[in-house]
Structure formats: C-alpha cells, structure tokens
C-alpha cells in the first residue's frame, strides 16, 4: 500500500509530490491532464521565471518530479472506495491502493463556444492573471453573480471602462454603475484577436473580455467520499484535511487566490501534514 496518492498534476500535485518523494514516502501522482495551465498563453507573475507559457510550465514541473523518481500517470480517476486501512483509486486503467490521498484537482472554469475562439486572444478566466494587460482599456466581463463580482473589484482597479455582459442571465449582484447588457451574447469577433462583441445586433467595441461565469470542480469524487463543499471549493483544516481523515485537498479546489503560488505553497504545506498524518498511521 503506497503512503500517498496525489490526484492532480498541476502546481499544487507536483509540489505535494517533490515534498514527500524527498521525505522518502511512497507516492504516486495520477492526472487526467496538465490542467488549468495548459489553457494560459502566458505566465509572468510566477517567482522567478520570467515570461513563459503555461504549458511549458506546467511540461517543466511534471518532467523534474519524474526525474525525482516520482510516479507519474497519465490516467482519470473515476471513483474512490474507502478500505479499513487506507483508501482504493480506481481509474480508468487500473486501481491503486494508498494510505491518504490529496486531491489537488484544479477548477475548470465555465466557458462558451464564442468565447473560446478568443481564448487566449483577449478572452480571459483570471482577471488577478490577466487585468494588468488591461490596463485605462475598454474591457468586457461575462457573468451576473458572486463570482463575477469579486472579478469586477478586481479589475475596477485598473480601468473603470468596463460593460457587464449577463448572457441571458439575470444580474444579481450591484453593477457598480456600470453598462449591463442582459442580452444573449451572438457572437465575438475580430480578425486575430477580439474587437466586439455582439448582443441582440447591438455591437460592442472592446479591447479584451473576462470571463466570470464561476467554475465547476471535479467535484463527482469530493460527493462520492462525502466531503464538505461550500461555494464551490472543497472544505479543509489548518492543516489542509477535508472532513474525512486522511484526505487532503489543496490549490484551486479549496478556492481562495487561483494562481500557481498559491498551488504550489498549498501542496507544500499539505505535504508537511500528510508526513505528520502518516506518522500517526504508523505508529512512528
Ligand atoms: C487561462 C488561464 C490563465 C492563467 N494565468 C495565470 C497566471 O498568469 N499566473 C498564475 O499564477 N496563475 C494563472 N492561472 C491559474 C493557474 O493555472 C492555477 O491557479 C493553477 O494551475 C492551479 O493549480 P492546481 O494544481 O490547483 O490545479 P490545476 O493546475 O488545474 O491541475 C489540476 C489537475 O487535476 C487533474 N484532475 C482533475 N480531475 C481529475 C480526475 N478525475 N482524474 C485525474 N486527474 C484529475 C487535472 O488533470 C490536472 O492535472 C491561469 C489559469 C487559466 C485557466
């Protein structure tokens, strides 16, 4: 039985990861894909590396904990089944048996078809990765709740002309004085990057738009092992453990600030309680 398995291979996985590798535990890392990273252009807010796309980043952290020694799979996990000594991942390819599990499953952020033809090309999900770009633009933000209002704070500090588009929604939170447009949006255009958007045959000059329709976790296992959800995030201690001993969750899925520092320092510090969980197991 291994000491820990990690779903999730994103900052957050891979950094819980080279912690326990290097504290000489048996663990293995199963990830669908790269995550969230492979879908950012560019990251420059990260310490240290400069501009890099996330993609290469993300390339990067799997390659140096594979050449720790860490296993590594490219599989999905479909469900997780409690033992009397530990838990079983069952995935598409196999099944794996473990002491503890950290999930560090990411959060896929909601989209549509129009939108994702800019992605990348002035569409932007992450207006604490992406708002600096806009700087006095003119900028569009998607969405009508909670979600969308604390993304309009953000971004209100660095241009105040903004147009909330709600999609067909209905807005449920302050404009903020603000344009709202509660039609439909038909489509987004432009040549090689987005230039408006257009919404009951009205069109609308923008030089970038933000996304903020909330997100939807991986949250099918978190039900199945019954752990704690609240406002879309996974639910854990000061010590990153979920309701249920021995699970652990950290980066995205707990919420909070979405971005790589975060991830990676949260799987630091789970690894440190999955150590000291670990000791408790064992009797050690
Ligand atoms: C477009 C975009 C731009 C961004 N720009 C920046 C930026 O400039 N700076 C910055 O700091 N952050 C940026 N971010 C945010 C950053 O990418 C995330 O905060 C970070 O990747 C979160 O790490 P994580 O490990 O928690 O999750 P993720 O990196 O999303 O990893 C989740 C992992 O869980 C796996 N997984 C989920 N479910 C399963 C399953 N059932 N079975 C197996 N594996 C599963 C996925 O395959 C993946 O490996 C951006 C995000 C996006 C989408």
């Known amino acids: 039985m291994l000491d820990c398995i990690i779903i999730g291979m994103g900052p957050c996985g891979i950094s819980c990861a080279t912690y326990l590798k290097r504290a000489n535990k048996d663990v293995l890392v199963i990830g669908k894909d790269l995550g969230a990273l492979s879908k950012a252009s560019e990251i420059e807010n990260y310490y240290a590396v400069g501009k890099i796309s996330g993609e290469k980043l993300a390339t990067k952290g799997l390659k140096e904990a594979i050449s720790l020694g860490i296993n590594c799979l490219h599989d999905e996990v479909l469900a997780i089944e409690y033992l009397d000594n530990g838990y079983k991942v069952i995935t598409k390819k196999n099944s794996y048996e473990s002491k503890t ?3 560090a499953l990411g959060k896929v952020r909601n989209s549509f078809n129009e939108a994702k033809k800019f992605e990348g090309k002035g569409v932007s999900y992450c207006a604490t990765c992406d708002g600096f770009f806009y700087r006095n633009k003119k900028i569009a933000i998607v969405g009508y709740n909670n979600y969308m209002a604390i ?3 953000y971004l209100l500090n660095l241009t105040k002309d903004i147009i909330i588009f709600t999609n067909g929604n209905k807005m449920e939170v302050d404009n903020k004085g603000l344009l ?3 039609d439909k949006i038909s489509s987004f255009n432009g040549e090689n990057k987005l230039e408006s958007i257009t919404a009951a045959s009205t069109t609308y000059d923008v030089d970038g738009c933000f996304i903020a329709l909330g997100s939807q976790n991986a949250f099918t296992l978190a039900k199945q092992l019954g752990l704690e959800i609240k406002d879309n995030n996974l639910i854990v201690d ?3 453990m979920t309701n249920v001993p021995g699970i652990f969750a950290g980066g995205d899925v707990i ?3 979405l971005q790589v520092a975060k991830a ?10 999955i150590i000291n969980f670990l000791k408790g197991v064992n009797n050690v």
Do not use: Q, R, T, W
């Open 101 to 103: 599990i950290m999930l």
């Open 264 to 273: 990676v320092s949260d799987g630091a510090i789970a690894s440190i309680n």
């Open 255 to 257: 919420g909070g600030l």
């Open 180 to 182: 709202v447009v509660e």
């Open 238 to 240: 000061n010590n990153y």
């Open 151 to 153: 993304e309009l704070d």
